[in-house]
């Protein structure tokens, strides 16, 4: 009986690989050899989709790592791009217009829109051409609903970096309880950089807000004020979105608001510089540029001295403070330096004028001289008056032979 004996045919490391990559290609199943197990075969299209997701999660990782980072700054030209898509020039966007926008933005952040924000670009355009473009007409409402988006991401970028997630709401399903066992309401916590969002606040908070502005300015909080703007919003959703702020938060955001709103309606111009909108830092930017100019430290009512001044009655600033954009700052402080240097000018032409001024003495003392001779003159005079009664003979007598013949009596 013949036997037939059966090898297998594919038995080495090289051949089920060629194989493997042959019948994938047919879609066929590869067999691979018992002692050797390679990794199951993926599909090129499967590949490429993971190798996909895998770029586009690290982009994704670098954009957020990007715009997560400190200061929330952008490219330059964002301002520009996010404006052009509304259709509006930026170029044209005057001064005035964009202290509007830094007031709308402000609002909503809760406190002063920082380097790289929408606002604070668009005042540094407008600082190049305070005037905007003769004849072109800008949508202030339509820059103004950019600014509100902007204020909103930029709140949901700190909310998001800092974890304010986690802390400002309770995890869902879980409870808490005291040493007692028994269950507490959850304490309220406000976000670490706090700020306003007047699309969730409830109206419970807005009435706190109205209360802490109205005590920190003295009379009732104006339209256009963060309170009143929380109070019109918090209409429209009396309850908000469930979170709330405690009441040092509130009155904290409350305060700056207010000195926001004395430092705008305080008007203190030195050249085209509204210094009364001036904050503490910016006041000492400009105190050391125009102290080192001038050489000392600037007298009152020069630039640095009223700067200083609204500084200390206004630490935060106005709305429109122009030391908050590099560009503003600068040129304020280029004010600051020529003022300094016209002072010192100024100071050395007086020094140099005191000797000139007490040139006219030696006239004086020629007057003096003639005054002298005067009362020379004068006093000589009594003297040949006196000379002239002592010297003077003795009164004429025309009887001298009666006074002789007396005498000659007496004598006998």
Known sequence: MATTTQ???????????????????????????????????VSTTTTAAKKSHRRMSSSASEGSKTTNGPGHRRSSSAASDMAKAAG?????????????????????LGFRPPHGSFAAEVQSMAAKH??????????????????????????AERKTSTGADKDALPVVGTKTTNGNGLHTAPARHSPPNPGVNLNTISAA??????????????????????AAEAQSAAARHPEGDGTHFDDDTLRDIAFRDAERI???????????????AVGKEGASEIQSAEDK??????????????????????????????????????????????????????????????PSAAAPAPEKKEK?????????????????????????????????????????????
């Open 7 to 41: 090898t297998a045919p594919m038995m080495t490391i090289e051949v089920p690989v060629v194989t493997g990559d042959v019948l994938r290609a047919i879609d066929t199943p590869a067999v691979p050899p018992p002692s050797l197990s390679p990794p199951p075969a």
């Open 368 to 412: 003096g001289t003639e005054n002298t001779v005067q009362t020379d003159a004068l006093t000589e005079e009594p003297p040949s008056v006196v000379r002239g009664v002592t010297t003077s003979p003795p009164l004429n007598r025309t009887e001298t032979a009666d006074s002789l013949e007396i005498v000659c009596d007496v004598l006998a």
């Open 293 to 354: 100019a001038l050489g000392h430290s600037a007298p009152s009512g020069s630039l640095a001295a009223e700067a200083q001044s609204a500084g200390d009655k206004h630490p935060q600033g106005g709305t429109f403070d122009p030391t908050t954009d590099a560009v503003a700052l600068e040129a304020v402080k280029d004010a600051a330096r020529k003022e300094g240097e016209e002072l010192r000018a100024a100071e050395s032409t007086s020094s140099t004028v005191v």
């Open 205 to 226: 908070d807005a009435r706190v807000l109205m209360s802490h502005e109205h005590k920190a300015l003295g009379f009732r909080p104006p339209p256009g004020s963060l």
């Open 130 to 155: 305070p005037d905007g473009k003769p004849g072109a007409a800008v949508d202030t409402g339509k820059l103004k609903e950019i600014a509100r988006e902007d204020a909103l991401r930029i709140l």
């Open 262 to 276: 004395k430092a705008d309606r305080e008007l203190n111009m030195i050249g085209e510089i509204n210094v009364s």
């Open 88 to 108: 509006i020039d930026i170029e044209a966007v005057s001064m005035a217009e964009a202290r509007k926008i830094m007031s709308e933005e402000h609002k909503i």
